[in-house]
Structure formats: structure tokens, C-alpha cells
């Protein structure tokens, strides 16, 4: 369970950026607008809103009217007041009169309490914009606290608003676009939750240009940040306003907003543009801790900056029931679920592992054979597409791809047949060895009873094939399926250059013959998740134009997951189900994801699995079962992954223990 202390179970935060209706120059009624907007999402911890939205950002010349400034002062008690008895933050923009100066600003407020308020330091005054007619910019001489409504209340540009994990830094507008964001120094301070009020008008362009801004600062910084801009009922004279409002992590985009502009029909004027998120904090914490780069510029922090802490705690919708059956979370996490989006990952990791086995390749004689153990099965067949992806792009003859075929005691007439068609249609030298009579003689030579079958001189391959497909087989045989594996590297390392076709998630289980499949000369498929493999082939499938050719890699991407060491059963078929033995795939790829990239214990794993989105729903029990055996495969199989061959490293995690992912091959996994 989390931590007693934590006022974010498992770092969960979720915020809301939204764009209320405004009435421009009524700054009254625009309180009681955004009021009712934030009365709209009651699970939000934090409602951000747009830049001045009470009184509207479009006055001009009125923000120097003394009815005016009154009305916002108004409109500012009556938010705070309709805030009482709500563990809630709310984050709204107003103009407020600091040392007889106008100031564009942030107010932060939440259960009744006006916290803090932070005022804009860049005023554009180029194009449409002329702000500097009416404000004055924040700085460093600010005063430390205004009165406001009767109240002191801290001010300044060195704020940052603490509530539990949670450090929060605010910014305007303006500030996000200049060559240093205040941001930047705010995360530096030690903020991790960024916010941004904005009234930024829709141009073309402007908008594509505006969310990659928000990506990037997020990335940059590594932390959390909102944007929300005014919405349509902003739009005055010769401006129009799009209600753009977007949330991202570093540098992911977790949603967006409609937007005027955006290629749909337009709402209708007043309506209210929102988005939410819910972001990671333990997330931010990890990688922080693990970028070393990101504390260098703390050199660039002058003085330290005071932090306000909220003095209520938050409720916590994000881990109460009525949330628990919302799933928010992806859980294929290396695989993108816009189809425009995985044919674009699809083909750049294509590339990557192409120029990658190219570079490798460069340096043997052109007459060294390229060596493939193509079994029929996903993983050998994405190396095969690598490699014959690899020759095309290079101008060499596909016939330096020589496919070795090795049928064994487990091995099935179905996954035999997609093996040759493959190669066949591939146009690649193929051959193939039977390497069951190798096997019978290292039993003899072992003197082992292979699933408890004994040989005498009158054994012979199909004699032992035969009792081994009707014998019990219970849990299986060590011996008699590593005899096979390591036989089939054998005879690829003799043959030629061996190109490796396990994959990252047998990597992380171990699931793999110790110095067989395990080892090759340059393994193109390292970085790959099984749930990626098979999407790959997919993806290969449907970009061929040959009908044979895309029907047999068809084949292939349905057939189960197995290693094929075992008999099949008295019909033919596969009976050696990897995922039978070893659990779900899906479930182990989205273990190690978690826990790799963002250094999730395992209540957090739990947590996150119980609302992803999986293929298929995984009773509770399974998921724990699953998860259990992940962390006690993946802890005990570090001593192959230290000495795994080179490979390209195509995504965020990879288990290079060159690289990425150094580990001792003796740690204890209690603690994780």
C-alpha cells in the first residue's frame, strides 16, 4: 500500500485545464462562470484556468478603470468563497493592483484560502499584443505579500505552491515562449507540477506550434505541465480565441482539447473547452533521480524559492472506487494504439534495426554468410525481415541470407511449412537439419532418459518420437530441451555469421537456453518486446504486396508463442504454450515496462494493472500470479542478460547491460 504520508496514493494527480465561458469586461459574471466550471469536476485535484479569465483578456484600455478593478476584486471573493469546504486547488487568472501598478496574475486558491498569487514576467508587445500599455512585468523586486480582500497574501515571482508531493510553479502565457521560461528556473527550484494561464489567439499554425511548446517544456523540465488557454466567448475585435487547453509529462502528450480550428464542426460559442489527466509523480521523482543532467543547472537559481504549502489535504478521486473502473491506462504500453501512429513506430523500428545489423555487416567479408535459425515462429521471423530489409537497402543479394530450418522433437508440420514457405518466398539460401538423431546420440552420450524414456540400442529416431509424444511429460525435461537448443546454435555458428532472434521480454525472464538462443553474433531483435514482435510482423504482413507472402506472415503472427523443444500432442499440434508456463506476454511486457522505465514497485504494478486496459480481463489472482513470477525470473536471469550479444537499442527500455540496465546477477527481489 502506499506510504501513510503520501497525499497522492501511488503519485497520482489529476488536473483539469479548462476554459470557462467569459464575459468580456463583466469580471463578476466571469467569476460565477468559472465557478460553475469548476463546480463541473469535482474529482479534478487541480482546475487550471485561462489567463485573466475574471474580467476577460481582451479590455484594453478598460483594465485602468477603477469600477473595473473593483468588480474584479469582487469576482475574486466570490471564486475563493465558492471554493469553501472543497479540497480542491483552483488556479485563475486576474489583474490586481500591486504598488500602485497593474499586474496580469495567477491567483491560487482552494477550501475557502487564497494562497498565493504569482504575476506574469514577459509582456509581449509585438504584433496583436500590447500588454505592456496596461501592466507592469514581475520581478525580482516584487514585493514579498499584497493585501488582498483584507488579507495578506504571499506574492511574488519566487513562488511555488507545495501541497504533499507536489510542487507547483506557474507561469503565464508569454512566459512559456520565451528563449529562458520562468519554468525552467521554477523546476529548478524544485517544482515538478508546472501551470500555465494563457490567452493565446488562434492563427494558423499557431496551434501545432503551441502544443509542442507545452511537450518540450514538460521534457525539458521533467515534470508535469497544464496549459489552458481563453476559450471562443474571449474573442473581441480583431482577435479570436480557441480554447486550446493540453496537458503533458515529460514529453508525452497526455490529452488535448477541442479547439476552434481544428478540422471539426465548431461548438457552439459558450460552451466550455476541458481536458484532464492524470498525471505520475513517482514518475517525475524516477527520472529525475536517474538524469544525472537535469540538476546541472541548478547553478542558475539565485536565491531559493519560497514555497506556500496548502493546508488541507486533497481528496483522492484517482484511487476511490467509482475511478477504479475507468481504465486510463494503456496496457501495452510499447505498443501505440492509434493505427497512423504504429505503422509510422513499425516502420522507423524497422529502420533502426536494419541500419544497425548494416553497420555490423559493413565490417565481415562480403562473402560471409548472414546465418538465421528460422524456426516459424514470430521472433525469427522479424529477424529475417531485418535481415532481408537489410540487403535490399544495401544492394546485396537476399542469397547471403542463408536460413537454417531445424525440425526436433517438438517441432510442428504447421510452424515446419511457414518456416520453409517463408524462406521460399523470401528468396533467401534455406537449408535444412534434422536435428533429432544429433539429439538421440548426446542422450546416449549424457546417458539421460529423455522424459523418463529409456534408450538401448534398438532406439531410433521415430521410435523415440513416437513414446515421447504419448509419454506423461509433467514438468517437462531440462535436458532434453536444451540438448536441442544449444545443438541448433551449434550448427548455426558453424555455418556463418549468426544473426540472434530472442527478444527483449525473454531477456527480462529468462526464458531462453543459457549460451544456445541465448547467443548469436549480433541479435537485431534485443530491444523488442514480444507484444511489439508480433505487431511488426503484422505490420509487414500489410505493407506486402504479394498475397502468398503476406498470408504466410499472416500465418505466422497467429500461431501461439513456443519454443517447440517439447512433443507435440498426439494430434500434431504445438502443446508446448509458452504462455501457459510462463503467464501472459501482455501482462509480463507491461510489468517490465513499468518497472524498468519508471521504477515501479509492486503495489504500484498492481495498482496500474488493476485500470489498464489489457486485451483481454485478467482476473486479480492472475495478475498477481503473473507479476510474482516476473519479478523471480527476472531476478534470478540476470546472469544471461550480462553477457547477452550487442544489439540495437530501439526505444526507451532497453536491458543492455552495456548501455542501460546494470544489474548484480545476485540481487535479492524482496525489497521490490
Not at 169 to 181: A, M, N, T
Not at 209 to 224: F, K, N, P, Y
Not at 651 to 671: F, N, T
Request: charge should be negative.
Amino acid at each position: 500500500m502506499p506510504l501513510a504520508a503520501e497525499l497522492f496514493p501511488y503519485g497520482i494527480m489529476r488536473i483539469t485545464a479548462a476554459a470557462p465561458v467569459v464575459a468580456v469586461a463583466d469580471p463578476l459574471r466571469c467569476a460565477q462562470h468559472c465557478a460553475n466550471t469548476v463546480a463541473k469536476f469535482p474529482d479534478a485535484h487541480l482546475v487550471l484556468l485561462p489567463e485573466l479569465a475574471i474580467g476577460g483578456y481582451t479590455c484594453g484600455d478598460l483594465f485602468g478603470r477603477k469600477s473595473l478593478l473593483d468588480s474584479v476584486l469582487s469576482g475574486v471573493e466570490h471564486l475563493r468563497k465558492s471554493t469553501c469546504g472543497r479540497q480542491q486547488l483552483v488556479v485563475v487568472g486576474a489583474p490586481m493592483v500591486v504598488e500602485d501598478a497593474l499586474m496580469n496574475c495567477a491567483l491560487v486558491m482552494g477550501d475557502g484560502n487564497l494562497l498565493g498569487i504569482i504575476p506574469k514576467q514577459y509582456l509581449p508587445t509585438y504584433r496583436e499584443f500590447y500588454e505592456s500599455r496596461h501592466f507592469r512585468a514581475g520581478d525580482e523586486n516584487c514585493p514579498n505579500t499584497i493585501e488582498c480582500l483584507g488579507r495578506r497574501v504571499p506574492f511574488g515571482i519566487d513562488l511555488l505552491i507545495g501541497w504533499g508531493e507536489a510542487k507547483i510553479g506557474i507561469e503565464i502565457c508569454e512566459d512559456l515562449w520565451v528563449p529562458v521560461p520562468p519554468s525552467s528556473l521554477a523546476t529548478l527550484g524544485g517544482a515538478n507540477v508546472l501551470l500555465n494561464l494563457s490567452a493565446s489567439n488562434e492563427t494558423i499554425g499557431k496551434a501545432a506550434w503551441r502544443r509542442d511548446l507545452v511537450i518540450s517544456q514538460s521534457g525539458r523540465c521533467i515534470a508535469a505541465y497544464a496549459y489552458a488557454s481563453s476559450g471562443p466567448t474571449e474573442s473581441s475585435t480583431d482577435l479570436v480565441f480557441g480554447g486550446h487547453c493540453i496537458i503533458a509529462e515529460n514529453g508525452r502528450l497526455l490529452a488535448q482539447s477541442r479547439r476552434i480550428g481544428d478540422g471539426q464542426p465548431n461548438d457552439p460559442v459558450d460552451s466550455i473547452h476541458s481536458v484532464d489527466a492524470e498525471i505520475d509523480l513517482q514518475r517525475i521523482e524516477h527520472d529525475r533521480r536517474v538524469v544525472g543532467t537535469w540538476h546541472h543547472g541548478r547553478s542558475l537559481v539565485k536565491q531559493p524559492y519560497r514555497v506556500i504549502e496548502v493546508p488541507f489535504a486533497p481528496t483522492n478521486p484517482a484511487s476511490s472506487s467509482s475511478r477504479q473502473s475507468t481504465a486510463t491506462i494503456d496496457g501495452r504500453p510499447f505498443v501505440p494504439q492509434d493505427s497512423q501512429t504504429l505503422d509510422a513506430r513499425c516502420t522507423e523500428i524497422l529502420a533502426i534495426q536494419s541500419a544497425g545489423l548494416a553497420k555490423r555487416v559493413s565490417r565481415l567479408r562480403k562473402e560471409h554468410p548472414l546465418v538465421i535459425g528460422v524456426s516459424g515462429g514470430l521472433d525469427s521471423t522479424l529477424a529475417l525481415l531485418v535481415a532481408v530489409q537489410t540487403c535490399d537497402a544495401n544492394d546485396w543479394p537476399r542469397r547471403r541470407i542463408l536460413g537454417l530450418t531445424m525440425p526436433g522433437f517438438g517441432t510442428t508440420e504447421h510452424t515446419l511449412t511457414s518456416a520453409n514457405e517463408l524462406m521460399r518466398l523470401m528468396g533467401i539460401s534455406s537449408e535444412t537439419i534434422d536435428i533429432r538423431q544429433l539429439s538421440l546420440d548426446s542422450f546416449r552420450s549424457l546417458g539421460h532418459s529423455p522424459l523418463g524414456i529409456r534408450l538401448d540400442d534398438a532406439t531410433t529416431v521415430a521410435s523415440l518420437q513416437k513414446q515421447l509424444v504419448s509419454a506423461e511429460h509433467g514438468d517437462g525435461d531440462l535436458v532434453l530441451e536444451n540438448v536441442q537448443a544449444r545443438l541448433r546454435t551449434f550448427l548455426l555458428m558453424s555455418r556463418g555469421f549468426v544473426l540472434g532472434t530472442g527478444d527483449m521480454s525473454e531477456q527480462a525472464l529468462g526464458w531462453c537456453t543459457y549460451n544456445a538462443d541465448h547467443m548469436s553474433m549480433y541479435n537485431v531483435n534485443c530491444s523488442i518486446p514480444k507484444t511489439l514482435v508480433q505487431f511488426l510482423v503484422r505490420h509487414a504482413a500489410l505493407s506486402c504486396s504479394d498475397s502468398a507472402c503476406r498470408d504466410v506472415l499472416l500465418r505466422i503472427a497467429d500461431t501461439p508463442i513456443s519454443p517447440e523443444l517439447l512433443p507435440p500432442d498426439a494430434s500434431g499440434g504445438i502443446r508446448q504454450n509458452t504462455e501457459d508456463v510462463i503467464g501472459a506476454y501482455e501482462l509480463h511486457d507491461f510489468f517490465l515496462y513499468h518497472f524498468i522505465r519508471y521504477g515501479c514497485g509492486r503495489e504500484k504494478l498492481l495498482y496500474l494493472a488493476s485500470r489498464a486496459k489489457f486485451s483481454v480481463v485478467y482476473d486479480t489472482k492472475v495478475i498477481e500470479r503473473t507479476l510474482s513470477r516476473f519479478f523471480s525470473r527476472f531476478f534470478a536471469n540476470q546472469f544471461k542478460r550480462s553477457c547477452v550479444p550487442d544489439g540495437p537499442k530501439v526505444g526507451s527500455v532497453s536491458l543492455s547491460p552495456r548501455g542501460d540496465w546494470r544489474m548484480p546477477s545476485d540481487a535479492d527481489p524482496e525489497a521490490f
